[in-house]
């Protein structure tokens, strides 16, 4: 993807999000990553403390479908026929690739020679049609889930994973990554949250080994960790329905 799509894509969507939520220009960051010389994704947030909990409505398919329907109106095409509409109503002079009425604005002035509004046309319409997914990392998440797998420990890991993937809950952040304050490393992580998660097998059912769990989880917990234990005979949708915070609300 080219930075011209990716640059113009920061700056519709950002506008789109400011409008449809009514923010200010400084309520609303987003950064292209892992640098503006190495464009790859765009990170969102906001900025001003506390903040709206906008970006969290965003990501409902409803919320959503809304943004995009608001940037394809912003860069000048009707949004149901998709009719190139050339300028904003009130303007009198034709918009070739970009204007402070769609995709330009003082916070952008770096990215102002990259912005084309008629280089994002098809892929916001084709946003429009698209399934929305959550992802815990700056990789897709397909990526991320197949940096997952491969850091697996056991193939009830697997299928715990998979689980999660498959019907779209948030992926962890982390697997197989010691804490050494603890002297514990548990099987995934949601660094974000502060959440350990351990996929149990049958070698937890014996009383030492429920002992040493124990032990485990008070010294997470102590020291701020909230743990969540998957055992291999409990319902894991009702787990997972139970801590909606940490794995998203189906």
Same mark, same amino acid.
């Given at each position: 993807v080219s930075d011209t799509i990716l640059a113009s894509l920061q700056a519709a969507l950002k506008n789109a999000i400011q409008r449809v939520f009514e923010l200010e220009d400084n309520e609303l960051s987003a950064e @292209?990553?892992?640098? /503006?010389?190495? /464009?790859? @994704?765009?990170?969102?947030?906001?900025?001003?403390? *506390? *903040?709206? *909990?906008?970006?969290k409505r965003v990501i409902d398919n409803s919320g959503f479908n809304q943004v995009i329907r608001e940037a394809i109106e912003l860069c000048h095409y009707d949004p149901i026929t998709f009719e190139d509409l050339l300028k904003a109503p009130q303007s009198k002079e034709p918009c070739e690739a970009a204007c402070y009425d769609c995709l330009m604005s003082y916070s952008n002035q770096t990215d102002h020679e990259l912005l084309d509004r008629k280089a994002i046309i098809d892929v916001l319409i084709s946003l429009l049609s698209s399934d929305l997914s959550r992802s815990s990392s700056e990789f897709s998440r397909v990526e991320h889930y197949e940096r997952l797998k491969n850091l697996n420990g056991s193939t009830l890991e697997v299928k715990w994973l998979d689980y999660l993937y498959n019907n779209g809950y948030n992926l962890p952040t982390h697997a197989q990554e010691l804490i050494e304050s603890c002297h514990t490393q548990p099987d995934y992580l949601y660094k974000d949250k502060y959440v350990a998660v351990f996929i149990d097998g049958p070698v937890h059912d014996s009383p030492d080994q429920q002992a040493k769990d124990r032990i485990i989880t008070n010294d997470l917990e102590d020291t701020g960790w909230h743990v969540i234990r998957f055992k291999y005979s409990e319902d894991w949708k009702a787990i997972i329905s139970s801590n909606a915070n940490v794995f998203g609300d189906k």
């Amino acid at each position: 993807v080219s930075d011209t799509i990716l640059a113009s894509l920061q700056a519709a969507l950002k506008n789109a999000i400011q409008r449809v939520f009514e923010l200010e220009d400084n309520e609303l960051s987003a950064e @292209s990553l892992p640098s /503006r010389d190495n /464009r790859k @994704s765009i990170l969102f947030y906001e900025a001003t403390e *506390g *903040g709206a *909990g906008v970006l969290k409505r965003v990501i409902d398919n409803s919320g959503f479908n809304q943004v995009i329907r608001e940037a394809i109106e912003l860069c000048h095409y009707d949004p149901i026929t998709f009719e190139d509409l050339l300028k904003a109503p009130q303007s009198k002079e034709p918009c070739e690739a970009a204007c402070y009425d769609c995709l330009m604005s003082y916070s952008n002035q770096t990215d102002h020679e990259l912005l084309d509004r008629k280089a994002i046309i098809d892929v916001l319409i084709s946003l429009l049609s698209s399934d929305l997914s959550r992802s815990s990392s700056e990789f897709s998440r397909v990526e991320h889930y197949e940096r997952l797998k491969n850091l697996n420990g056991s193939t009830l890991e697997v299928k715990w994973l998979d689980y999660l993937y498959n019907n779209g809950y948030n992926l962890p952040t982390h697997a197989q990554e010691l804490i050494e304050s603890c002297h514990t490393q548990p099987d995934y992580l949601y660094k974000d949250k502060y959440v350990a998660v351990f996929i149990d097998g049958p070698v937890h059912d014996s009383p030492d080994q429920q002992a040493k769990d124990r032990i485990i989880t008070n010294d997470l917990e102590d020291t701020g960790w909230h743990v969540i234990r998957f055992k291999y005979s409990e319902d894991w949708k009702a787990i997972i329905s139970s801590n909606a915070n940490v794995f998203g609300d189906k």
